[in-house]
Nanobody
């Protein structure tokens, strides 16, 4: 089993920044990738950013150039730095880890961007 705990969500004004962090514990051998997804009541869960065990990153089109994902293998954490936040970034953000092809999810953290 893999356990994920997110932190760092909150309320911020448009144009501001937030940093999300996700700590992974448990059976971490075999992790292929970690990432962040977000979801609102109106939309399906969508990719925000992902980083593979080899360090390759991929971002959703709406966040490219504003968000940065970084992993720390020694600490088993993954962080998402979010800059130039927009009201449309408001969502519940979920940390995801893929181990041997199976996804594991955190409980989610709310990010609210006020206009």
């Amino acid at each position: 089993q893999v356990q994920l705990v997110e932190s760092g969500g909150g309320l911020v004004q448009a144009g501001g920044s937030l940093r999300l962090s996700c700590a992974v514990s448990g059976s971490i051998f075999g992790l292929n990738a970690m990432g962040w997804y977000r979801q609102t009541p109106e939309k399906q869960r969508e990719l925000v950013a992902v980083i593979t065990s080899g360090g390759t990153t991929n971002y959703g089109d709406s966040v490219k150039g504003r968000f940065t994902i970084a992993g720390d293998n020694a600490k088993n954490t993954v962080a998402l730095q979010m800059n130039s936040l927009k009201p449309e970034d408001t969502a519940v953000y979920y940390c995801d880890a893929v181990r041997f092809g199976l996804p594991y999810w955190g409980q989610g953290t709310q990010v609210t961007v006020s206009s």
